[in-house]
């Protein structure tokens, strides 16, 4: 997704600063914040990637450009009315057990980015949304061990449905959104 970056060049930064996990992971965790709130805060976003305050020094200015890119992408991308939004995962030329371990980890970003919100299980959550988010969390422990080229079609169709699963979700955590756009800052 050209918007959000290269895949491989964040996934550099992740690496580089030994972050708490990969870019797939980061992605679904900023997705899930800014499903429940548009103006879910940067900062809050890539304290829970880099934990130690010596991370976050270490970050350059090239580093935290990418890194807001990323984040204020993927609020664009949740924001458009076409619903252009996608996983961040990588490439398709990568073998499919590795793209369906970086989906799994996806999930569990996601999840973790609606709890880290604060919202939880006691949310009166519609029925589809509750199917929703468990087939999240068993798509989160996904074994993509056994997966093989064969599989290709199912991870689109998973893919698809994780896709249109953020999309509900979104509808429900925020019904009457609004479509301002605030650049986030590294403080």
């Known amino acids: 997704m050209k918007r959000l970056g290269n895949y491989e060049d964040l996934q550099l930064i992740f690496d580089e600063h030994d972050a708490g996990m ?9 997705s899930g914040m800014l499903c429940v709130q548009f103006d879910a805060d940067f900062n809050r976003w890539i304290s829970a990637i880099f934990d130690t305050e010596d991370q976050l020094k270490a970050l350059t200015n090239e580093d935290k450009q990418g890194l807001i890119g990323l984040f ?6 949740l924001k458009t009315d076409e619903f252009i939004f ?18 799994s980890e996806w999930c569990q970003g996601f999840l973790y980015g609606v709890a880290y919100m604060g919202v939880g299980d006691d949310k009166d959550w519609s029925e589809d949304c509750r199917g929703i988010l468990r087939d999240l969390m068993e798509i989160s422990r996904l074994d993509a061990d056994n997966s093989d080229e064969s599989d290709e079609q199912a991870f689109m169709e998973l893919q698809e449905y994780v896709r249109m699963g ?20 590294l403080h």
Do not use: C, F, K
């Not at 990969?22 to 900023?30: D, I, M, P, Q």
């Open 166 to 185: 953020v999309q509900i979700l979104m509808q429900e955590l925020q019904p009457d959104s609004d479509s301002s756009t605030e650049q986030p800052t």
């Open 22 to 30: 990969n870019v797939s992971e980061a992605h679904g965790l900023a």
């Open 86 to 103: 996608d996983l961040l995962l990588p490439y398709e030329e990568e073998r499919i057990g590795v793209r369906a371990v970086a989906m």
């Open 72 to 77: 204020q992408g993927t609020l664009e991308l």
